[in-house]
């Protein structure tokens, strides 16, 4: 099956997901400490595949974005998801990333956030990028706070307490928060 090649930085590349990626996601998806903050780990890979097809193809094609594979350059890797999704319960699209715990650490979450946010923006002309994120997750709240993510409110989603964050479209590129010269 053909990769479609959607977003590079400088260590990272983002492209569709296929199915030759799914037992990438499904050690993904049934790591506890992957799954720690986002309610929905444990899924069979049968699970998976009707996951994959029935949403994330679904997403390419109906909104031209979605959750797409993260593979590290260095040894063409998948090492998780990043990308925008559209929440119809919400009427929202939807930041989001997930990486195998050894790569944690790394400024991966900002970099390819960046990078989608950008994409977003500039692209797809989004007017606004919301950031759902459990309010335990102290990792998250920091890459949404570089990448200036406004709080919102605290609300529940899912069953969850979350943090909603929010990013409207910039009127220049983006920049990062202690970044700017």
């Known amino acids: 099956m053909q990769m479609k090649s959607i977003l590079e930085t400088d260590r990272l590349l983002l492209r569709e997901f296929v199915t030759e990626d799914l037992e990438a996601m499904y050690r993904l998806a049934n790591d506890p400490d992957v799954t720690r903050y986002t309610g929905d780990g444990g899924k069979p890979l049968e699970e998976l595949r009707k996951v994959l097809e029935e949403r994330v193809f679904r997403d390419y094609q109906k909104y031209g974005y979605g959750r797409w594979a993260t593979v590290l350059k260095e040894n063409s890797q998948v090492i998780g998801f990043a990308g925008l999704k559209y929440l119809d319960d919400v009427g929202e699209t939807d930041l989001g990333y997930r990486f195998f715990k050894e790569y944690w650490g790394r400024g991966l979450a900002t970099e390819v956030s960046s990078a989608v946010v950008r994409y977003g923006f ?52 983006l920049r990062l928060r202690g970044t700017e010269s």
């Open 122 to 173: 500039q692209q797809l002309r989004l007017k606004k990028i919301i950031g759902i994120v459990n309010v335990e997750n102290k990792a998250s709240v920091r890459v949404l706070d570089k990448l200036g993510f406004s709080l919102q409110k605290f609300t529940t989603y899912h069953d969850s307490p979350v943090a909603w964050y929010v990013r409207e479209r910039a009127t220049c590129p």
